[in-house]
């Protein structure tokens, strides 16, 4: 506590540091900088004073203020695949400037020079990643399909169990772990397909940022990572189609000005086609198979004066399952946001967020089709949602160009409906109703940055959450047993509407600071606390579509971690190439584990199953990028590690997690032939996962049950993983209006058979053979051909 | 498996590009244990029970090395009854004679196991089992089945008992009950506690005693089997099946099946895998024509 005084205290200096220090004469210049092209707002420009460290950059809206002395000023804009743009500015009053960027067209010269100001080397920020859609297009595909998950795989720390599994895992945390954002709602499914492609579709969205350490204070809910995904404004300037034809699914998109300049929007669409395609070939049980998802994105953006810019913005995806009337299941998300950006001065920013998200599922079983005369009807349903309500105020205040401000407050109200199952043969019903529950999380934050210097910059602030589980609803009291074993229900106690079962508050410090040893060399320091209130629970290889999430209760105590990082970081003269380098070290608490055969679907009594650990996990993590010339990419790796300690189990020692990977290594090559053609690579090598492997067997009623008699959970490896993707772009002759572009891929290129899992099991045709069986989700060369155009 | 469709289902996702493969795999050998293999059935005739040592590799298919040194009893404590089991020909048995059967429905039975000088208890109680009305079958090509396999998916047609939750653990058996050939699990009419309550045994449960990999094929015989059981034998059953069908994306991860064998003996030090089970069962059978 005390230490969080100190820290209060020294906050409280800067501010009046920063308040008093400059009396000298001085105004400010703010505006937005946007696409010359489409007005799409752009992100992380750098806006600077041309031949000084002077400088910002845009926000997530493409707004910058910058508070300079009275005088002429010549003003650079720079970004990457942008010409740079130089204005002189005459200060003698607070003004407005707003800067429309042209897309470079000597894409493929070695002379585009990005800017300064958003290099890693020059950011207070470590262990951030941002990938804008171009990037994305770049990298090879799965099935000819921009993929933005599969993207984010190729950043050092980013790793997954396998081939196909849902989610993802950055530095050591599980896959709940990270807070997907779309447009700044949260996402509770992030595949489709149970995890073949992600539900973003690509022509809808227009960057990522993936945080993975050294969080700003105004991110929290999630301890391991952010993934912070903007949808595209829609082109301000002209109606316009863009989509894709390819071999799983097509897309749509249209985007247009509702006010040419000021207003636009966008309506993207996907849906798969497997089945359809399928159809001609499926008989019998077959016949009437279900197989597909389908997403639509909307986004409307409105100018209402100077001031003052409203956007909307919507999801909606379902993955959709079944045979005929027998089998009905369907999932997925469904997310609206509000967002209002006001201006109260040249200084000050706010940007308003509300929004809504809802991950349901349904699953409908009934015996219609294949009734017997004399059968009763029969069916049954098993429904189960979480959805969450949000409003997220959050304040930039732009001091002067050494002292920035960001400040805010947050409010997520959750209800939980975890699961309903009801069943009915003929006229009787028959239903099991687990309780609603209901949290409400907020929080409220205050963040300084502050330069000082060209040599030294600090980013520090604190945030103050609060989670408090609610009524209406049960709270359940269990005995303390031997850990590992499932617990006895001692007791419980009704709640009313809101009142409070349990509360839980935490300070959360963060502070990331850079020091410059050169204009090229910087080293950074990271340290963060986060917690989490939200958990999914999934005691598979990797998470199903049915794995609920559950708020902590009192008998789950939020997640707490504490992560520590220390980055450098190279901006080669020239600009060609970076570098970076990443130590972390991550602590986490009350991670959720669960005794040998949890039941964890329509439990009531859940709680009584889980168990809390502890984590650790710690690596480095190099990276190294090209991003301008005609052969671009990057190659990162990281050698790290991840473990946990469960009471009740693995003899409660240490153990590796799931999703340890000891070696990562990610190559992404793009060359450019022509303006028409070009070739991309990847190349992926993992170390395999830990699984736990039998080491003897049982003979009980006939079966051989396998055994691991050392009792250690993950004490073995799967074989190491690698697969190379290659994929040729070929753009069709520019035309006036159309462009349209093939693009030729092709996956795990020599067709290696990957383990995905090991499991034991008799041989199907001589049940006398004992057999460890290797399963490969992808296991052959897959090609994919897409034709994407724009209209 | 909760439900076989998802699963199929699953299959299909992945069934595009996976594939499975028999592999060579490197584990160190095991520690051994005694393993009780011990379930009482309502069924006539006699009872056995087998002891063996757990074999030190998944791999080896050599049979488990047969414990023929213990002593074990078997105590109706409801009828404060005792039969001591005799070893012999690979197992121990005990045989009430005629059409007796040592299992009746509500009893509480205890099993005594002593072994290397240690006494190892657990106890199990039967519970009530609803008969197999009919076994029905029907034909399917191969482009109609949805594992692609030409044969005789065969049905059971049964109901659960009215009243309370019934838990059941079905088998069936190709030709003979030396061959065993489907597992499955069932709460009521369905898979979950307070659903189902007398209901026509739900599609999943109904279809569960064909391998849709080797569906039955002509002159062959279906022999379906509920067993009743208490609901520790049921969690037992329940984690035997998932660890036996794990696989796939979402596999379960391997969790050893947890023992009910208690060694009671004061400083005792021998750990006893297996389960002691009891069950009230119930058969029926049909030959493909």
């Known amino acids: 506590m005390r230490k969080h005084l100190i820290l209060l ?6 501010l009046l540091q920063g308040l008093t220090l400059h009396a000298q004469q001085r105004f400010t210049v703010s505006g937005y900088v946007k696409d010359q092209q489409n007005g799409e707002s752009l992100i992380g420009i750098s806006v600077s004073k041309a031949g000084t460290s002077l400088g910002t950059v845009t926000n997530e809206y493409g707004f910058f203020s910058l508070t300079l002395p009275a005088g002429d000023h010549e003003l650079q804009f720079s970004y990457i695949g942008y010409a740079t743009i130089k204005q002189t500015i005459h200060l003698t009053r607070n003004q407005q400037l707003n800067i429309k960027l042209e897309k470079s067209s000597s894409q493929l010269s070695e002379v585009v020079v990005s800017g300064k100001q958003e290099k890693a080397v020059n950011t207070l920020n470590t262990s951030i990643n941002r990938l804008d859609i171009a990037q994305m297009k770049k990298m090879p595909t799965f099935l000819g399909e921009v993929d933005v998950l599969r993207s984010i795989q190729t950043l050092p720390g980013v790793t997954t169990v396998g081939e196909g599994a849902n989610g993802f895992n950055v530095r050591g945390g599980a896959t709940d772990e990270n807070l997907i954002l779309l447009d700044e709602a949260p996402l509770y499914n992030s595949t489709h397909m149970l995890g073949f492609f992600s539900v973003f579709n690509p022509d809808a969205v227009k960057s990522l940022n993936l945080i993975k350490g050294g969080f700003p204070a105004e991110y929290g809910g999630r301890t391991s990572s952010v993934l912070d995904i903007r949808m595209k404004d829609g082109d301000n300037q002209r109606l316009g189609l863009t989509g894709g034809i390819g071999n799983i699914f097509s897309r749509l998109a249209v985007e247009g000005p509702i006010k040419k300049d000021e207003s636009s929007f966008i309506v993207a669409a996907r849906r798969s086609y497997v089945d ?13 198979t279900k197989l597909y998802f389908y997403d639509v994105t909307a986004k409307g953006n409105f100018k209402l004066n100077k001031n003052n810019t409203l956007f909307v913005s919507g999801y909606l995806g379902r993955d959709v399952f079944g045979f005929g009337n027998d089998v009905n299941m369907n999932w997925g998300n469904t997310t609206g946001t509000i967002r209002w950006n006001h201006v109260f001065n040249n200084r000050l920013f706010l940007n308003m967020t509300t929004f809504y998200s809802k991950y349901d599922y349904s699953l409908k079983f009934s015996n219609e089709d294949d009734k017997q005369p004399n059968e009763p009807d029969q069916s049954s349903q098993w429904t189960s949602n979480i959805i969450n309500y949000g409003l997220k105020p959050s304040f930039t205040y732009y001091l002067n160009t050494s002292n920035s401000f960001h400040f805010g407050v947050q409010a997520i109200y959750y209800t939980f409906k975890p699961g309903k199952g009801t069943g009915s043969q003929e006229n009787a019903n028959s239903e099991v109703v687990l309780n609603d529950q209901h949290a409400l999380e907020s929080a409220v934050y205050l963040d300084h940055e502050f330069k000082p210097s060209k040599k030294f910059g600090v980013q520090y602030g604190l945030r103050f959450s609060a989670y408090q589980y609610l009524g209406k609803g049960t709270a359940y009291y269990y005995n303390d047993t031997t850990w590992g074993t499932r617990r006895r229900l001692i007791g419980s106690r009704e709640y009313g509407n809101n009142e409070l079962i349990k509360g839980y508050y935490y300070l959360e410090p963060r502070i990331s600071a850079k020091y410059s040893i050169t204009d090229n060399h910087a080293v950074k320091v990271a340290y963060a606390r986060t917690t989490q209130f939200m958990h999914q629970l999934s005691n598979t290889a990797s998470p199903t579509p049915l794995d609920i999430w559950i708020p902590s209760t009192n008998n789950i105590e939020p997640q707490v971690a504490d992560q ?58 190099l990276m190294a990028k090209k991003e301008v010339g005609a052969t671009t990419g990057w190659v990162s790796y990281t050698l790290s590690r991840t473990e946990r300690k469960t009471p009740g189990i693995s003899g409660e020692e240490w153990f590796l997690n799931r999703y340890d990977r000891t070696h990562n290594l990610n190559v992404v090559v793009s060359h450019d032939f022509s303006k028409r053609s070009s070739l991309s690579a990847n190349f992926v090598y993992a170390s395999g996962t830990p699984g736990t492997f039998a080491d003897s067997r049982l003979e009980y009623q006939d079966w051989d049950i396998p055994y691991n008699s050392t009792d250690k959970r993950n004490n073995y490896r799967l074989p190491a993983f690698h697969r190379l993707d290659l994929s040729f772009t070929r753009k069709g002759k520019p035309h006036k209006r159309w462009q349209g572009e093939w693009v030729f891929s092709l996956y795990n ?25 290797r399963l490969s989700i992808i296991g052959s060369i897959l090609p994919g051909i897409t034709y994407n155009f724009k209209f | 498996m909760k439900n076989i469709r998802l699963g199929l289902l699953i299959a299909m996702v992945a069934g595009f590009t996976a594939c499975e493969d028999t592999i060579d795999l490197q584990v160190p050998n095991g520690t051994t244990y005694p393993v009780l293999d011990a379930w009482i059935t309502t069924e006539a005739g006699p ?75 657990a106890t199990d109680t039967i519970k009530r089992v609803p008969s197999i009305d009919s076994i029905t079958y029907e034909f399917k090509k191969s482009d109609e089945s949805a594992s692609g396999k030409e044969g005789y998916y065969a049905y059971m047609n049964a109901k659960d008992l009215e009243g309370g939750n019934d838990y059941y653990w079905i088998r069936s058996y190709r030709n003979d009950r030396q061959h065993r050939n489907t597992d499955i699990y069932a709460i009521n009419g369905a898979f979950n506690d307070d659903v189902a309550d007398g209901w026509v045994f739900i599609q999943p449960i109904k279809e569960g005693i064909t391998d849709y990999d080797k569906p039955y094929q002509k002159g062959e015989k279906v022999i379906a089997r509920i067993a009743s059981l208490s609901h520790p034998s049921y969690y037992f059953i329940q984690q035997v099946i998932d660890q036996l069908n794990s696989g796939g994306l979402f596999a379960k991860v391997l ?27 119930s058969f029926k059978e049909k030959v493909i024509e």
């Open chain 1, 564 to 621: 520590y990082t220390l980055g450098y970081f190279y901006d080669a003269p020239s600009g060609l190439l970076e570098l970076s380098a990443e130590l972390f070290y991550k602590k986490m608490a009350h991670q959720v584990d669960y005794i040998d055969n949890a039941n964890l679907q329509l439990n009531q009594y859940i709680e009584a199953d889980l168990l809390p650990s502890k984590g650790r996990a710690y690596g480095v993590e």
């Open chain 1, 9 to 14: 205290l020294s906050l409280g200096c800067f």
């Open chain 1, 276 to 288: 359809v395609l399928f159809k001609p070939f499926l008989k019998g049980d077959m016949a009437d």
């Open chain 1, 749 to 773: 290129v020599y067709a290696r058979r990957n383990a995905y899992t090991i499991y034991f099991q008799q041989n199907d045709d001589d049940p006398s053979k004992k057999e460890a069986k």
């Open chain 2, 47 to 121: 009872q056995t029970i087998r002891l063996t040592q757990s074999v030190t590799s998944y791999t080896n298919s050599t049979p488990a090395p047969v414990l023929s040194d213990a002593t074990i009893t078997l105590e109706d404590l409801t009828d404060a009854k005792t039969y001591n089991f005799a070893f012999s020909n690979g197992a121990y048995s005990y045989d009430p004679g005629g059409d007796q059967s040592i299992g009746k429905v509500g009893h509480v039975y205890k099993l005594t196991v002593q072994y290397k000088g240690e006494t190892f208890e």
């Open chain 2, 255 to 281: 969790e050893n099946v947890k023992p009910n064998m208690v060694n009671v003996t004061t400083n005792g030090k021998v750990k006893m895998l297996g389960w002691f089970g009891a069950s009230a069962v």
